[in-house]
């Protein structure tokens, strides 16, 4: 027991002073407060720009040309088949469209069928017979050990109807025969606030320029063509299925190498290696500077290494794969790699800290060996928090394209990537590839293509969330 | 003081037993047995030692990077601070239950299960024996068993502690640390927990450390008084029956201190 204290002396503010400063305290906290919501309202604001912006590109209104008119060509089918086809044309079946293709132009079909579905080189195309040449389409046996120009029209206009969807030959339908020619487009805010406007700089241009057919409809850059179709310098033709595809190729192969890496690193930092020695802070002070370092670096040490240096492997030669050079989905998801590793590495070293050690000593005091608790413990806790990390590394590297195109990422590619020793293309080098090009067009294709980066990130971070949460579900039980 | 010789009547005998906590001597030269199939309860001030000596008894000290132990600590015949031996046996042997209760962030069922499954068995029917015998012997059985998938950290504190009771006697122990187990606990859940530990020391030896003189006196055989010296290092004072701590110690501190007149 100490001693009373007799005389206790008084150092708080009495009761007016005390209310007065409790109403300034209560105002501070307030200016506070509005402030947090300003800074929230301000990055709200930013994003929905964001969006405006996109989608103010992404869709809108075109206007069009065309050599023929779509009655016209109605007619000449109608003709053909004995029987009156009834329009529109977006509604007709595969063979008529074909059909609608060999009428108007003959010449063209064996190459349209070598451009949408070859597998070999293009010199080689009319020498190796059908069977190699359109390995995987379907083809009636008793031409496939033929040649393309062994082939009737007839024969090929078959080719074409089993084997394309219904909007690429559509597609090809407007491009190759109406030869329809997007004159101008315009934005989706002019679209809706000043359609008069528009429609005096589309007479305007009719009246100057004189083009066939010319017609004025509102258009959306992001439809099912360019989500499934195949590259093509021609806007209204161009899709971003191969890009997609090298995307999810890379991110997943990406995942795979960074991920039980980076997690590795950090249970091999938190949970062995704590002497603290100067090679340990040395080792952590590296990693957490590599967080930081410019993603273009990254991309040349990835050209130097994994394309150059290690090139056998990366081309896939070492496998019996026959890719020329070691630009391949391969590299770039090493790089990519290498690039999140850091962020990796930090945030499960986050992660694991912040699991108990009153955990930790349970397991061990129950005669568990080390590896026993970091695997049945301290992972299982830890990997919310691992999974966090993860999946905003995952972001970032969806939309890098810096060390994409270091390495050298092919902007044209007309094959799917079917490996990680293909070559590949990716959304963001599209979307960069496009914004370079002097059309408007093509500008709009870029929109398109964000809209769909943003819905593939959409997709892949909510699948990661959905999967963070079930494992946390589990381990509150 | 007690003599500590080796015949049988021991299940761990501690000798000269220094900590450090970096250059810091935590606790000198400490000297005393754990009777087997006894309760032994440490007392003294905080900040005295009694959990260092505690987590000496089973090389959880070995988890604190700068902990250092010299002095020996002799279970089985054999000093468990030898090289040779694999800490991993020894807490396997020598069981220990915390102070703040650690349930894993588990179900009732993997909680106890865990420790018979980090030792090798598999067998679910097996597995159903331990988790329901484990959980009678603590007393926890009737309150969980139709809710074994439930979260351990859904417990009340006082369940929770019966369930690391479980979890630690889930692995047949020989011995028994305790911190502190009822430290958060409300006066029924201790009544229980004292009332286990007075069942469970049939077939344990069981060493408690506690604040609470009464629990001391109540539960356990032997006491060992602990307390600091002016460069707070923590030292044991006096080891004996506990009848004669009590009631006639031999040193004027524990006297003092068991009065309440001091610490
Ligand atoms: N991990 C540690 N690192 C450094 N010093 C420690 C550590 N653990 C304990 N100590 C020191 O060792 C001394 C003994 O601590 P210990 O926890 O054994 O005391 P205690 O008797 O169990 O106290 P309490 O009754 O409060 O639990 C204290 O001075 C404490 O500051
Ligand atoms: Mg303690």
Not at chain 1, 195 to 215: C, K, R, T
Request: hydrophobic share 45%; with cysteine; glycine share 6%.
């Amino acid at each position: 027991m100490g001693e009373q204290v007799q005389d206790r002396q008084s150092f708080v503010p009495g009761d007016q002073a005390f209310q007065d400063d409790l109403r300034r305290r209560h105002r501070r906290a307030k200016r506070w407060q509005v402030f947090f919501f300003a800074s929230l309202v301000v990055g709200l604001l930013a994003l929905l720009a964001l969006f405006a912006n996109v989608a103010d590109e992404a869709f809108g209104t075109i206007a069009i040309a065309s050599k023929y008119s779509e009655a016209e060509v109605l007619a000449a089918l109608s003709e053909a088949r004995g029987v009156t086809v009834e329009g529109p044309l977006e509604a007709l079946e595969n063979d008529d469209l074909a059909q609608v293709l060999a009428l108007y132009i003959p010449r063209r079909v064996p190459v349209i069928v070598r451009d949408e579905l070859s597998r070999v080189k293009p010199e080689d195309f009319t020498r190796v017979p059908l069977r190699e040449a359109l390995a995987g389409a379907t083809l009636p046996p008793d031409i496939a050990d033929l040649t393309i120009s062994q082939l009737s029209l007839e024969q090929q206009t078959a080719i074409l109807s089993a084997n394309l969807t219904h909007d690429v030959l559509y597609a090809r339908v407007l491009n190759d025969v109406i030869g329809l020619d997007i004159l101008k487009s315009w934005t989706l805010s002019r679209t809706l606030f000043d359609y008069a406007g528009i429609e005096a700089e589309f007479q305007a241009l009719v009246a100057a320029q004189d083009p066939p057919n010319p017609q004025l409809k509102p258009h959306s850059w992001l439809n099912s063509t360019f989500v499934t179709g195949t590259q093509s310098s021609y806007p209204e033709l161009a899709g971003i299925r191969t890009a997609i595809l090298g995307t999810l190729w890379i991110m997943a192969l990406t995942m795979l190498i960074a991920f039980p890496l980076g997690v590795g690193a950090a249970i091999y930092l938190e949970e062995y290696a704590h002497s603290g020695n100067w090679l340990e802070r040395l080792i952590e002070t590296n990693i957490r500077n590599l967080a930081g370092v410019p993603s273009i670096i990254y991309g040349l040490l990835g050209l130097a290494i994994f394309v150059r240096a290690l090139a056998p492997i990366s081309s896939g030669a070492l496998f019996g794969f026959n890719e020329a050079n070691g630009r391949t989905i391969f590299s770039a998801a090493m790089t990519m790699a290498l690039l999140i590793l850091p962020v990796i590495i930090i945030a499960a070293q986050e992660a694991i800290r912040a699991v108990p050690q009153s955990i930790r000593d349970a397991s061990y005091g129950l005669g568990a060996t080390q590896w026993q608790t970091i695997w049945y413990q301290v992972l299982p806790a830890a990997l919310p928090g691992i999974l966090t990390g993860t999946i905003l590394s995952m972001s970032r590297a969806i939309g890098e394209t810096a060390p994409l195109i270091v390495i050298g990422a092919s902007a044209v590619i007309f094959v799917d990537p079917s490996g990680p020793f293909s070559k590949f293309t990716a959304l963001p080098i599209q979307i960069w590839q496009w914004t370079a090009r002097p059309q408007e067009e093509f500008r709009n294709l870029a929109a398109a293509a964000i809209i769909v980066l943003l819905a593939l990130l959409l997709v892949l971070n909510s699948a990661a969330i959905i999967l963070r949460q079930r494992v946390s579900n589990r381990l509150r039980g | 003081m007690m003599s500590s010789n080796g015949d049988g009547r021991y299940a761990v005998q501690i000798r000269h037993l220094n900590v450090f906590y970096g250059p810091r001597l935590a606790v000198r030269e400490i000297t005393m047995p754990i009777a087997r199939n006894k309760i032994t309860a440490f007392i003294g001030p905080s900040g005295c030692g009694k959990s260092t000596v505690l987590r000496a008894i089973n090389r959880m000290n070995d988890l604190i990077p700068e902990a250092r132990v010299e002095g020996e600590v002799i279970y089985r015949g054999e000093n468990i601070y030898r090289p040779e031996i694999d800490p991993v046996e020894i807490r396997r042997r020598i069981g220990m239950v915390f102070q703040k209760p650690n349930p894993f962030p588990k179900s009732i069922y993997d909680n106890v299960a865990y420790g018979p499954r980090v030792l090798g068995i598999k067998d679910r029917r097996t597995l159903d024996q331990i988790v329901e015998q484990s959980l009678r012997q603590a007393a926890l059985w009737d309150e969980v068993k139709d809710d074994l998938k439930k979260s351990g950290l859904a417990l009340s504190g006082g369940q929770q502690q019966r369930l690391c009771i479980a979890r630690a006697l889930a692995v047949e122990p020989d011995v028994i640390l305790m911190d502190e187990p009822c430290s958060a606990l409300d006066p029924i859940a201790t009544e229980r927990i004292e009332d286990l530990m007075k069942e469970l020391v049939v077939d344990y030896s069981i060493v408690i450390v506690t604040h609470n003189m009464q629990q001391a006196r109540r539960v356990s055989e032997y006491t060992a008084f602990f307390t600091t010296d002016e460069s707070r290092t923590g030292e044991l004072v006096e080891f004996d029956r506990t009848d004669k701590v009590f009631s006639m110690p031999s040193d004027p501190r524990t006297a003092d201190y068991i009065a309440g007149r001091f610490g």
